[in-house]
């Protein structure tokens, strides 16, 4: 009763005075009373500052400590923006570093695919790019070794809307920022990557420069960013392996998919040659699944070492960079030719076309991601794929005998071919990734079929 009484004083008294509420820090013991905060009429700032001050002297025995505003006190609940995208068309992109620190130049290139961002930061092709992913949300099922396709990361940087800040997957080893930290790669995040992908696909692709230094200016990385580019340089032999080695690891049952591959391997073994341009684990798993030896080779070996291996196909992996800036791989696959069943993959079929007497140019802002529809052209069958790359070749230049097999759907690219007098089949995308359907893997036993008949054809000779 007596407390409800205080109270009632205490208002009537700010009736006659400024109205005022009494903000007392919780965390001080300027008293032992207990502290009674009375509801008030809203008051204007500055006479419920004051009254803030004159309520607590009295409630603490004129003890009160300095007055402490929460809202002004708590950081702020957005991460801070500390890392820089600075294109070569002038524009800065603000974002929120992760990973590695430093500077690094590379070309910007976007990727629709919605799954599987670690096997596409270990996937060699990346090699002197920045990859911006058009899935927002990325890092949410962290690193694990299985999934690898080499045996690092190659891309320059990674680009995100947002970073997980959580990992969920019982198969996960690390977060996606230690790994970064781990490999080296910076990454970028709480950027706005729908406005950049947008800018990508109008302008085209556009070399960049991304850095933690806040020493640099802007204008100092436009510069740099209008210094360097990715056409005429040759990649292949920077991540390319640096002596031969044999691979004989196939899918295990749990991830196998294909019930035609089993049957492969009851007509094997057959020994294939395969050009390292920069090749993927999950490459030499599909051909090994099909019943095939592998001998991995440099991406400079000479063609006529491969020759005296006697194998049975050569196969042309994916790779980086510009197919014109490596002629020696085209000289290599022009001896070839004719003398053994080949068959290409991404890199490998530039550098077949080119071998073939075609030429290669580069496309606006490349095919990155895994939803790229293509049209295999004998039957009409469509097949979803995942792509990488950033030059195509063009069927205007092929010769005569040369048939353009697939054809990209969202551009009208070609991105398959076959050469049947020089027993060579070449495939533009990724068939090994299986964006979610299998369908592409069918090359890998078209190219099996290709060397059991070249077989069959020397036993009966």
Sequence with gaps: M????????RIAAGATQSTRSVVVDAHAQASSRQVITPFAPRANGKAACQGFARSAASVSGGRARSLVVRAAASASPFPKKNARLVLEDGSVWHATGFG?????????????????????????????QF?????????????????????????????????SVIVSNYRSRMSLDEYCKKENVIGIANLDTRALTKVLRETGCLVGVVTTDATKTDAELVTMAKG?????????????CTEPYEWSKGTSDEWEFNHR????KQHGPFHVVAYDFGIKTNILRRLASFGCRITVVPATYPATEVLKMNPDGVFFSNGPGDPSAAPYAVDNAKFILGKKPVFGICMGHQVLGQAFGGKTFKLKFGHHGGNHPIRYMPTGRVEISAQNHNFAVDPTTLPEGVEVTHINLNDGTCAGMVYKDKKAMTIQYHPEASPGPHDADVCF?????????????HASA
Excluded at 232 to 239: E, N, Q, R
Excluded at 448 to 454: L, Q
């Design 2 to 9: 007596m407390l409800k009484q205080g109270v009632q004083q």
């Design 100 to 128: 590695a620190t430093g500077t690094q130049i590379g070309e910007v290139v976007f990727n629709t695919s919605l799954s599987g961002y670690q096997e596409i930061m270990t996937d060699p092709s990346y090699k002197g």
């Design 131 to 163: 990859v911006a992913f058009t899935c927002p949300h990325i890092g949410n099922v962290g690193i694990n070794p299985e999934d690898m396709e080499s045996t690092k990361c190659h891309l320059g940087a990674i680009i995100v809307r947002d970073l």
């Design 228 to 240: 360097w580019t990715i056409v005429g340089k040759d990649l292949l032999s920077v991540v390319s």
């Design 261 to 264: 591959a089993k049957l492969s």
């Design 445 to 457: 036993e078209q190219f099996v079929d290709m060397m059991r008949a070249e077989k069959a054809a």
